[in-house]
């Protein structure tokens, strides 16, 4: 298996544990340029890496740009690992993301509105092309990590972008968290709890998607798109019918594609007018054909 390794204190000591466990690891860095020092600091990851007998992949990509570059480099990163695991035969990819991360996920996500699916927070093990993607340390509070290193005498990098306060996950962590804290509530237990209430809401929404899913008569799909019945379609919930638009969205224009909160609505008024006209999604089309509802792939912008 491989490891998404930073050089960060997190992935560090996942890194070193699967190793002390026995499992055969590759560790795989990538250098996304955030700092004039990270080339020397992916030199000094190699050499750690050649000194506790574990086989490194590392590159170096321009720096990303735009207002959210930390999405760019996500992306980025991930097609790294995609190229890397068909160049390895890899298949199972391990993340260092621990308790404390998913609690500020949580926190995030419900400030950005996201409905119950998105404040489950970062699943435990998920599919990403031919990846099998891991996070075995979610429930491991991120102290106890550092704690483990320290005692072990094993370093790590410490990124300084991650005290920058317009990175919305630093002011989470570094102004809210200790706000909430200081109130005398924890937050990670705060937003956990939160957390798990949505992953069995979202368990009980599944239950009422399950019989319009594909393999049913309900949902139809082809080389053009989704389509579904407009009748059952229309006679849905609305949160079965958003579960519905993420699916089929998904399935159109590939997983991890889902529609934000303002196309929902946007559709939920659509679907309230008896579908007249289509609607221009992002990269998508949602329009009504007779008795049935089609979600089809646009080489067009966001025009809704």
Not at 205 to 222: G, K, Y
Request: aromatic share 6%.
């Amino acid at each position: 298996m491989a490891v998404g390794w930073s050089g960060g204190a997190d992935s560090t000591a996942l890194l070193l544990a699967l190793a002390g466990k026995g499992y055969r690891v590759q560790a795989w860095h990538v250098d996304h340029a955030w700092r004039s020092s990270s080339s020397d600091e992916a030199q000094w990851l190699t050499r750690q890496a050649a000194g506790w007998g574990i086989p490194v992949l590392t590159t170096r990509l321009p720096a990303p740009a735009g207002h959210n570059r930390e999405a760019s480099a996500r992306e980025a990163r991930y097609q790294c690992f995609e190229r890397w695991a068909q160049q390895t035969g890899i298949d199972t990819l391990c993340l260092g993301h621990h308790r404390n991360d998913q609690a500020e996920t949580v926190c995030m996500r419900l400030l950005q509105g996201a409905g119950i699916s998105g404040c489950r927070g970062m699943l435990d093990n998920r599919s990403q092309e031919s990846l099998n993607i891991v996070r075995p340390l979610l429930h491991t509070p991120g102290n106890k990590l550092r704690q483990w290193l320290t005692e072990t005498g094993t370093g790590w990098i410490e990124d300084a972008s991650n005290h920058d306060l317009s990175i919305r996950r630093n002011h989470i962590r570094h102004r809210l968290f200790p706000a909430i804290m200081a109130t005398g509530i924890d937050p990670a237990e705060l937003f956990l709890r939160w957390q798990q209430q949505a992953a069995r809401l979202t368990e009980m929404l599944e239950r009422d998607v399950e019989p319009l899913l594909p393999d049913t008569s309900a949902w139809r799909h082809d080389e053009q798109g989704a389509f579904i019945s407009w009748r059952l379609w229309s006679a849905a919930s609305p949160p079965v019918r958003a579960r519905l638009l993420q699916k089929m969205m998904a399935f159109v224009l590939g997983e991890g594609a889902t529609p934000g909160r303002r196309h929902i609505l946007l559709v939920e008024e659509w679907t309230k007018k008896s579908g007249l006209g289509g609607l221009d999604l992002s990269r998508c089309r949602l329009q009504r054909r007779r008795k049935h509802l089609h979600l089809c792939r646009t080489t067009a912008g966001l025009h809704s």
